[in-house]
């Protein structure tokens, strides 16, 4: 599994530096936790989620309830958090992208770069860029060719309006000179099974909902849509490789909560949520679900990747026109 370590160096003195203060750091609470998630049940993020809470319920020994809150693209969960008192009972398993992506389609009653307060980042999701069984290539560039020779025939799914999903695809658009149209969807497995199918062709994808598809031959992988290969599909190039460095989409899942929260209290909680990370039993199942290596971002370096990502997507937003009934 030396493919998929979460920063040891910084787990390990997070351990030893627990270890010196358990009785301070499980102090944290002495009441049941509540970890929202802005998914349904069985999504990327309530995976993770549910493995983290496994093992923090037993490390804290108090109850962590997994309290799933979909919709609006994260927002009911997130205002959820926010209305809780700051006492830390209430916290957010979340990837970066809910915050950074959808306030910029949708209008939300919270700022994302102030109202909330990254903790720990736990893995990281990337995108790959998947097809059907029926697509006739093997690599972007035979993607690329065969829809530059199907004018106006060839879609794409994604499972948002206003995701990353959809703006992998708009800019491969640009980039490529292509013209394939966008087909929206409500989540992955919808969109994923249209695909499997062969009713829309193509697809910017996390790699979690992709992996076991992809290795079953259900679907096509073409390229990571990350800075450097995935361990889970070692023979896939990135984008970058293939000529496209713009499709660059991978993003932290972590734990936030509202900035309300007492720092000192935050800490506490990083402290005892990176040490159920550092567990081989909660990096085995999370590498086993398709997330990449991750975990080494300190809360400050989160805040400035949200920042960076939320600017970006918001450009990004503006040059394509892209609104939420698109």
Same mark, same amino acid.
């Given at each position: 599994?030396?493919?998929?370590?979460?920063?040891?160096?910084?787990?390990?003195?997070?351990?030893?530096?627990?270890?010196?203060?358990?009785?301070?750091?499980?102090?944290?609470?002495?009441?049941?936790?509540?970890?929202?998630?802005?998914?349904?049940?069985?999504?990327?993020?309530?995976?993770?989620?549910?493995?983290?809470?496994?093992?923090?319920?037993?490390?804290?020994?108090?109850?962590?309830?997994?309290?799933?809150?979909?919709?609006?693209?994260?927002?009911?969960?997130?205002?959820?958090?926010? @209305?809780?008192?700051?006492?830390?009972?209430?916290?957010?398993?979340?990837?970066?992208?809910?915050?950074?992506?959808?306030?910029?389609?949708?209008?939300?009653?919270?700022?994302?770069?102030?109202?909330?307060?990254?903790?720990?980042?736990?893995?990281?999701?990337?995108?790959?860029?998947?097809?059907?069984?029926?697509?006739?290539?093997?690599?972007?560039?035979?993607?690329?060719?065969?829809?530059?020779?199907?004018?106006?025939?060839?879609?794409?799914?994604?499972?948002?309006?206003?995701?990353?999903?959809?703006?992998?695809?708009?800019?491969?658009?640009?980039?490529?000179?292509?013209?394939?149209?966008?087909?929206?969807?409500?989540?992955?497995?919808?969109?994923?099974?249209?695909?499997?199918?062969?009713?829309?062709?193509?697809?910017?994808?996390?790699?979690?909902?992709?992996?076991?598809?992809?290795?079953?031959?259900?679907?096509?992988?073409?390229?990571?849509?990350?800075?450097?290969?995935?361990?889970?599909?070692?023979?896939?190039?990135?984008?970058?490789?293939?000529?496209?460095?713009?499709?660059?989409?991978?993003?932290?899942?972590?734990?936030?909560?509202?900035?309300?929260?007492?720092?000192?209290?935050?800490?506490?909680?990083?402290?005892?949520?990176?040490?159920?990370? @550092?567990?081989?039993?909660?990096?085995?199942?999370?590498?086993?679900?398709?997330?990449?290596?991750?975990?080494?971002?300190?809360?400050?370096?989160? @805040?400035?990747?949200?920042?960076?990502?939320?600017?970006?997507?918001?450009?990004?937003?503006? @040059?394509?026109?892209?609104?939420?009934?698109?």
């Amino acid at each position: 599994m030396n493919a998929f370590r979460f920063s040891p160096l910084r787990r390990a003195v997070c351990a030893a530096a627990l270890a010196l203060t358990l009785p301070a750091a499980m102090a944290w609470t002495d009441k049941p936790v509540r970890m929202l998630v802005p998914a349904p049940a069985g999504g990327t993020m309530d995976v993770v989620a549910r493995i983290v809470a496994d093992q923090l319920a037993a490390d804290i020994g108090q109850p962590v309830v997994v309290e799933n809150k979909p919709g609006a693209g994260g927002a009911i969960a997130v205002q959820a958090m926010l @209305a809780a008192p700051p006492d830390g009972h209430t916290i957010m398993m979340t990837a970066s992208n809910i915050l950074t992506e959808i306030p910029h389609v949708m209008k939300t009653a919270f700022d994302p770069l102030r109202d909330v307060k990254p903790v720990t980042a736990i893995a990281r999701a990337t995108m790959v860029m998947v097809g059907a069984p029926t697509v006739p290539a093997k690599d972007v560039k035979g993607v690329v060719a065969w829809v530059k020779a199907n004018p106006g025939k060839v879609s794409f799914a994604s499972y948002s309006t206003g995701t990353s999903s959809h703006y992998a695809g708009m800019i491969l658009n640009q980039k490529a000179g292509l013209d394939m149209q966008h087909v929206p969807f409500a989540g992955s497995p919808p969109a994923l099974a249209q695909l499997m199918g062969g009713q829309v062709p193509l697809m910017f994808d996390g790699m979690a909902t992709s992996k076991k598809m992809i290795e079953a031959g259900k679907i096509q992988a073409f390229g990571v849509a990350g800075k450097k290969r995935s361990p889970h599909l070692p023979n896939v190039p990135t984008m970058a490789e293939q000529g496209y460095p713009d499709l660059d989409f991978s993003n932290w899942v972590g734990i936030i909560v509202a900035s309300s929260v007492p720092p000192a209290l935050v800490q506490k909680i990083n402290a005892a949520v990176d040490k159920s990370a @550092a567990s081989p039993k909660v990096r085995d199942r999370l590498l086993g679900a398709g997330f990449d290596a991750g975990g080494d971002e300190t809360a400050e370096q989160m @805040a400035q990747s949200l920042r960076a990502d939320f600017e970006r997507n918001a450009a990004i937003v503006k @040059a394509f026109d892209i609104k939420l009934n698109q």
